[in-house]
C-alpha cells in the first residue's frame, strides 16, 4: 500500500508518543509500504509560540528575560523528547544539532519581532512554522533510530507551494501536486521516509506561508492526492468520529463508516478531528481517509469514503460549536428592498470576518449570522461604521453566549418527520431556539440555542436519535 499517515499535536506530545508513532511507521515500511508523514507541532507548542510572539508587543513586555526564557523552556521539551524517542546515539547528536539550530533561528526571529514592535501576517507565519520545524526531526530521527532511512522536509520542500496569503495561504493545486509526486517519489524510491511539516507551505519565492490552524490535516490531504495514495491515515488522541463530543456526551460511540461530504459538514460544525479543507482533496482523488486513535491504532477508527452509510437512524452525529455569537440586523425598512443580504455580508466580507450560519427570516425583516466570539466586536463595528457612511437605518444587535447545534447525516435527505423530531425534542426539553438554517443538500439541520441550553441540547437529540446504539 501506499500510505500518508498524519500525527496531530497529542500523538507527538512527547518523545514517548513520538516513538509509538514511530514505531508504527517503521513496521508499515517493514511490511512493503510505502509511507509518507505528516506531523503536527507537539501539543500546544503553537499556542505558544503565538502566545509570546503577541506578548512582546505589550507596551511593557521585557524581551531580554521573555525571549531567553522562552528558548529555555522550548528547549528542554524538545531536547527531552529527543532523548525519550531516539536510542541510537548517532542519530541522536544529529537531531539534537538540527533542533538546535532551528531554536537559534526561531530566538533571531522573536528578536526581530521585538525590535519590530509589529506581528504582521507574514511575520506571525514565520514564528508558527517553528512548531513543526521542530517536531518533524525529531520524528524523522526516531524512525531512522529504528533502522528505516528518513529524511525530515518542511511542506514546501515537499512541494506544497501556495499564493502569498499570509496565516490562511491557499495551494497552489496543480504546482503543488506535480512538485511533491516528483520530490516524495524520489525519496520513496531511495528507500526513504519522509517526514513533512503539516500545516507549512510557501510560496512560489520560498516565503514561508501557513494553511491556517490544523491545517496539517489538509497538508496530509494535498499530498495523499498528489501522489495517489491507496488511503491518508489521520492519527489523533480519540478513536475515531464520534456520534458526538464524548465530553459532553458520554454515551457518544465511534461512528465506523461515513461519506466524504458528511465529514465536511461534520469538520465545518464543530467536529475538531478534522479540518475542514482536508476533504475536499481526498475527495477529488476518491482516496479513503481514516481517523484512528495514534495510542490504540487497533481499534478500527472511522473509514471515511465516497458513499454515505445508509443507516437505521437518519442523524449519525450531533454537533456543537461553542464561543460563538449571534449577530442579527434588522428594521421594517429592509423588508422588500433588495441587495440586504449583499450589503450586509459585503461589509463583514471586507472586514475579514468568516461566517458560519445564516438564517433569514421570509419577510426579509431581519438577516441573523453567527460568528466567532472573539470577531463579534469587529463585526458590530465595521456593520455600524459602514451604516453611518450610508444612512442606513437598519438596526444591529448581538447575543454574544449561543451555541450552533447541528444534527448531520446522509440519511437526513428525502427522509420526512426529521426537522419534526429535532425540534419537538428541544420543545419538550424546554430549550429555546433562536435561529435555524438547513442546507439544499439536506445533510443537516442545524440551529442556534442559548450557551446556557447547549449541553442539554446536544444530549437530548443524542437519545432522541439513539445514537449510543451506533455502529
Same mark, same amino acid.
Given at each position: 500500500?501506499?500510505?500518508?499517515?498524519?500525527?496531530?499535536?497529542?500523538?507527538?506530545?512527547?518523545? *514517548?508518543?513520538?516513538?509509538?508513532?514511530?514505531?508504527?511507521?517503521? =513496521? &508499515?515500511?517493514?511490511?512493503?509500504?510505502?509511507?509518507?508523514?505528516?506531523?503536527?507541532?507537539?501539543?500546544?507548542?503553537?499556542?505558544?509560540?503565538?502566545?509570546?510572539?503577541?506578548?512582546?508587543?505589550?507596551?511593557?513586555?521585557?524581551?531580554?528575560?521573555?525571549?531567553?526564557?522562552?528558548?529555555?523552556?522550548?528547549?528542554?521539551?524538545?531536547?527531552?523528547?529527543?532523548?525519550?524517542?531516539?536510542?541510537?546515539?548517532?542519530?541522536?547528536?544529529?537531531?539534537?544539532?538540527?533542533?538546535?539550530?532551528?531554536?537559534?533561528?526561531?530566538?533571531?526571529?522573536?528578536?526581530?519581532?521585538?525590535?519590530?514592535?509589529?506581528? =504582521?501576517?507574514? =511575520?506571525?507565519?514565520?514564528?508558527?512554522?517553528?512548531?513543526?520545524?521542530? =517536531?518533524?526531526?525529531?520524528?524523522?530521527?526516531?524512525?531512522? @533510530?529504528?533502522?528505516?532511512?528518513?529524511?525530515?522536509?518542511?511542506?514546501?520542500?515537499?512541494?506544497?507551494? !501556495?499564493?502569498?496569503?499570509?496565516?490562511?495561504?491557499?495551494?497552489?493545486?496543480?504546482?503543488?501536486?506535480?512538485?511533491?509526486?516528483?520530490?516524495?517519489?524520489?525519496?520513496?524510491?531511495?528507500?526513504?521516509?519522509?517526514? %513533512?511539516?503539516?500545516?507549512?507551505?510557501?510560496?512560489?519565492?520560498?516565503?514561508?506561508?501557513?494553511?491556517?490552524?490544523?491545517?496539517?490535516?489538509?497538508?496530509? @490531504?494535498?499530498?495523499?492526492?498528489?501522489?495517489?495514495?491507496?488511503?491518508?491515515?489521520?492519527?489523533?488522541?480519540?478513536?475515531?468520529?464520534?456520534?458526538?463530543?464524548?465530553?459532553?456526551?458520554?454515551?457518544?460511540?465511534? +461512528?465506523?463508516?461515513?461519506?466524504?461530504?458528511?465529514?465536511?459538514?461534520?469538520?465545518?460544525?464543530?467536529?475538531?478531528?478534522?479540518?475542514? /479543507?482536508?476533504?475536499?482533496?481526498?475527495?477529488?482523488?476518491? %482516496?479513503?481517509?481514516?481517523?484512528?486513535?495514534?495510542?490504540?491504532?487497533?481499534?478500527?477508527?472511522?473509514?471515511?469514503? /465516497? *458513499?454515505?452509510?445508509?443507516? &437505521? *437512524?437518519?442523524?449519525?452525529?450531533?454537533?456543537?460549536?461553542?464561543?460563538?455569537?449571534? +449577530? !442579527?440586523?434588522?428594521?421594517?425598512?429592509?423588508?422588500?428592498?433588495?441587495?440586504?443580504?449583499?450589503?450586509?455580508?459585503? %461589509?463583514?466580507?471586507?472586514?475579514?470576518?468568516?461566517?458560519?450560519?445564516?438564517?433569514?427570516?421570509?419577510?426579509?425583516?431581519?438577516?441573523?449570522?453567527?460568528?466567532?466570539?472573539?470577531?463579534?466586536?469587529?463585526?458590530?463595528?465595521?456593520?455600524?461604521?459602514?451604516?453611518?457612511?450610508?444612512? $442606513?437605518?437598519?438596526? +444591529?444587535?448581538?447575543?454574544?453566549?449561543?451555541?450552533?447545534?447541528?444534527? $448531520?447525516?446522509?440519511?437526513?435527505?428525502?427522509?420526512?418527520?426529521?426537522?419534526?423530531?429535532?425540534?419537538?425534542?428541544?420543545?419538550?426539553?424546554?430549550?429555546?431556539?433562536?435561529?435555524?438554517?438547513?442546507?439544499?443538500?439536506?445533510?443537516?439541520? @442545524?440551529?442556534?440555542? @442559548?450557551? #446556557?441550553?447547549?449541553?442539554?441540547?446536544?444530549?437530548?437529540? #443524542?437519545?432522541?436519535?439513539?445514537?449510543?446504539?451506533?455502529?
Amino acid at each position: 500500500m501506499k500510505l500518508v499517515i498524519k500525527f496531530g499535536g497529542v500523538p507527538v506530545k512527547d518523545g *514517548e508518543s513520538i516513538r509509538r508513532d514511530a514505531e508504527l511507521v517503521v =513496521s &508499515k515500511h517493514k511490511r512493503g509500504d510505502q509511507v509518507a508523514v505528516v506531523t503536527s507541532a507537539m501539543a500546544g507548542v503553537t499556542d505558544q509560540l503565538l502566545d509570546i510572539a503577541r506578548k512582546l508587543l505589550e507596551p511593557r513586555s521585557n524581551p531580554e528575560q521573555q525571549i531567553p526564557e522562552f528558548v529555555r523552556q522550548i528547549s528542554v521539551r524538545h531536547y527531552q523528547a529527543c532523548q525519550e524517542a531516539i536510542k541510537d546515539k548517532e542519530v541522536l547528536d544529529r537531531t539534537v544539532r538540527t533542533v538546535r539550530e532551528t531554536i537559534d533561528l526561531l530566538e533571531r526571529a522573536l528578536t526581530g519581532i521585538s525590535y519590530l514592535g509589529e506581528l =504582521s501576517p507574514r =511575520s506571525q507565519d514565520l514564528i508558527l512554522s517553528f512548531g513543526e520545524r521542530l =517536531s518533524a526531526p525529531i520524528l524523522s530521527g526516531a524512525i531512522e @533510530s529504528l533502522g528505516v532511512k528518513s529524511r525530515p522536509l518542511t511542506g514546501f520542500e515537499a512541494g506544497l507551494v !501556495t499564493d502569498d496569503h499570509f496565516t490562511e495561504a491557499r495551494p497552489l493545486m496543480d504546482k503543488a501536486r506535480k512538485l511533491a509526486k516528483q520530490r516524495i517519489n524520489k525519496l520513496w524510491a531511495a528507500g526513504e521516509v519522509p517526514v %513533512i511539516t503539516g500545516f507549512i507551505g510557501g510560496t512560489e519565492d520560498g516565503i514561508i506561508t501557513t494553511l491556517g490552524r490544523g491545517g496539517s490535516d489538509y497538508s496530509a @490531504s494535498i499530498i495523499g492526492a498528489a501522489l495517489g495514495v491507496d488511503e491518508i491515515w489521520i492519527m489523533t488522541d480519540v478513536d475515531g468520529i464520534m456520534t458526538a463530543d464524548p465530553k459532553v456526551e458520554p454515551n457518544a460511540r465511534v +461512528i465506523k463508516t461515513i461519506s466524504y461530504i458528511e465529514a465536511t459538514e461534520l469538520a465545518y460544525f464543530g467536529a475538531k478531528v478534522l479540518h475542514p /479543507k482536508m476533504i475536499r482533496p481526498a475527495m477529488d482523488s476518491n %482516496i479513503p481517509v481514516r481517523v484512528l486513535n495514534a495510542f490504540r491504532p487497533n481499534q478500527g477508527g472511522t473509514l471515511i469514503t /465516497k *458513499e454515505p452509510n445508509r443507516v &437505521k *437512524e437518519v442523524v449519525k452525529s450531533i454537533t456543537m460549536s461553542k464561543n460563538v455569537s449571534l +449577530i !442579527t440586523v434588522g428594521g421594517a425598512e429592509m423588508i422588500g428592498v433588495p441587495g440586504v443580504a449583499a450589503t450586509v455580508f459585503d %461589509i463583514i466580507g471586507r472586514a475579514g470576518i468568516k461566517v458560519l450560519m445564516i438564517s433569514q427570516s421570509s419577510s426579509q425583516a431581519d438577516i441573523s449570522f453567527v460568528v466567532d466570539r472573539k470577531e463579534a466586536d469587529l463585526a458590530l463595528h465595521a456593520l455600524r461604521t459602514e451604516f453611518e457612511r450610508r444612512d $442606513i437605518g437598519w438596526d +444591529i444587535s448581538c447575543e454574544r453566549n449561543v451555541s450552533v447545534i447541528a444534527a $448531520i447525516g446522509a440519511g437526513m435527505k428525502g427522509t420526512p418527520g426529521v426537522a419534526a423530531r429535532v425540534f419537538g425534542t428541544l420543545g419538550r426539553n424546554g430549550i429555546n431556539i433562536l435561529t435555524i438554517a438547513q442546507g439544499s443538500s439536506e445533510l443537516n439541520i @442545524s440551529f442556534t440555542v @442559548s450557551e #446556557h441550553d447547549a449541553v442539554k441540547a446536544v444530549r437530548a437529540l #443524542h437519545s432522541e436519535f439513539q445514537l449510543d446504539r451506533a455502529g
